[in-house]
């Protein structure tokens, strides 16, 4: 048995949040990920805390299971150093502007002469075939410009915010895992490379308007934009008599079963709000408006035993302390401890899937900066004095 990508080769020159997330999805099925860095490193091996220089927190969480080297691109002996590694590489991968990939010499026309095979794939803002081509993306930006803090707004809160996590980045992620693995596939079956475009914008755009086209799903519109259930204001974990408790009472067993809960069994059937899904979604203000009422009246113990005994979808909210000791994902291993060579001990978050036809998945320490410099370089074809040569003319940094 092996890994599911052992075997491919990543040349990954992205950095900050959507593309080392990707390619540590890649690293963990398996994959060579070879993480060329500038002579400064990634921008996330700053952000503190840390406990040494240029390894903090959020880079140890989006980069283990490769290996840094560092390359100066605008120097030509680094990007010599570059183009004989595309030679070997199945995967180029990388999230800057392609105008920038293209001062560079590394377009796709220019990379695909060195090996016409390789999957060049971008994941950046916006689609190069529309107005917005040029703009620079983070995910913030993207946050506003797909209406994630507008309807935040619409939903009650005090004013628009971005959800507190970076959310654009890691959907744009997922998306270019996708895109490369289906790449691959594909070259598997004709043998043939081919270029890859992962636009933030759409593919972030296209999830949140999954949900709230509305009305405006139908030409002409049959009613406003947005999801309503989405936009409740009471759409949120409900308050009860002494804490919060998250609860969708979502199918007509659930809400017959409330109900009785409340003893009000007859309401269901005698209230034209409640009385089938259609005519749920089509008060869902109201509804979930009733259901906070009645919640807040008893205790989350009196909740959780009660719901659990009615079949009622519901789980306590937690804190991120609270998820840190949680018992399901402790029996599942999905935290493990490990040493790593400079940062000691860490806590750190295994694959979340599970694979039968896989040996246990590789672990490689979250790399510091230019730690595989020379290792790459060797398996490139540089002697040692070549080496030494490229570091000395600050076209390399070796660790």
């Known amino acids: 048995m092996t890994q599911p990508l052992d075997?491919?080769?990543?040349?990954?020159?992205?950095?900050?949040?959507?593309?080392?997330f990707a390619t540590q999805l890649l690293g963990d099925l398996g994959a060579d990920i070879v993480k060329v860095e500038p002579p400064d490193g990634d921008i996330l091996r700053h952000v503190a805390p840390m406990r040494n220089k240029a390894m903090g927190h959020i880079f140890?969480?989006?980069n283990r299971n490769k290996r840094s080297i560092v390359l100066d691109l605008k120097k030509p002996e680094g990007l010599a150093a570059l183009q004989?590694?595309?030679?070997?590489?199945?995967?180029?991968?990388?999230?800057?502007?392609?105008?920038?990939?293209?001062?560079?010499k590394l377009s796709y026309e220019e990379v695909a002469a060195i090996n016409p095979q390789i999957i060049y794939v971008g994941a950046y803002g916006f689609s190069q075939r529309?107005?917005?081509?040029?703009?620079?993306?983070y995910d913030d930006l993207i946050q506003g410009m797909s209406a994630m803090p507008a309807l935040f707004h619409e939903a009650g809160a005090s004013s628009p915010r971005y959800a507190p996590l970076a959310i654009a980045d890691r959907i744009t992620g997922l998306a270019a895992v996708n895109a490369i693995t289906t790449a691959l596939f594909a070259r598997s079956r004709t043998g043939k490379g081919q270029s890859v475009e992962v636009p933030m914008f759409e593919t972030v755009t296209q999830m949140v308007l999954a949900d709230h086209m509305g009305g405006f799903t139908f030409d002409p519109p049959e009613g406003p934009y947005g999801y309503a259930r989405m936009l409740a204001p009471n759409r949120a974990p409900y308050k009860t008599s002494d804490g919060y408790m998250c609860v969708l009472i979502y199918n007509d067993k659930h809400w017959r079963s409330f109900f009785k809960l409340i003893g009000q069994e007859a309401m269901f059937d005698s209230d034209p709000r409640f009385s089938s899904h259609e005519a749920r979604s089509r008060n869902i203000a109201e509804v979930y408006a009733f259901a906070a009422e009645h919640l807040k009246l008893r205790s989350n113990a009196e909740w959780e035993k009660l719901l659990r005994e009615a079949d009622i979808p519901s789980a306590p909210m937690k804190t991120?302390?609270?998820?840190?000791?949680?018992?399901?994902?402790?029996?599942?291993?999905?935290?493990?401890e490990s040493d790593h060579p400079s940062e000691g001990r860490l806590r750190e978050m295994t694959l979340a899937s599970h694979w039968s036809g896989a040996d246990e998945m590789p672990h490689r320490h979250a790399p510091r900066l230019g730690e595989h410099s020379a290792e790459i370089l060797r398996e490139a074809g540089y002697g040692e004095v070549d080496i030494q040569r490229l570091a000395a003319a600050g076209a390399t940094k070796l660790a």
Do not use: C, W
């Open 60 to 62: 140890l969480h989006h």
């Open 84 to 104: 004989k590694l595309i030679k070997t590489a199945d995967v180029l991968f990388y999230n800057v502007r392609p105008q920038a990939m293209k001062r560079l």
């Open 7 to 20: 075997g491919v080769r990543v040349l990954d020159l992205s950095s900050v949040v959507l593309g080392p």
């Open 130 to 137: 529309g107005p917005y081509a040029a703009q620079p993306a």
């Open 320 to 336: 991120v302390g609270d998820v840190l000791k949680d018992p399901h994902l402790e029996a599942v291993g999905f935290f493990r």
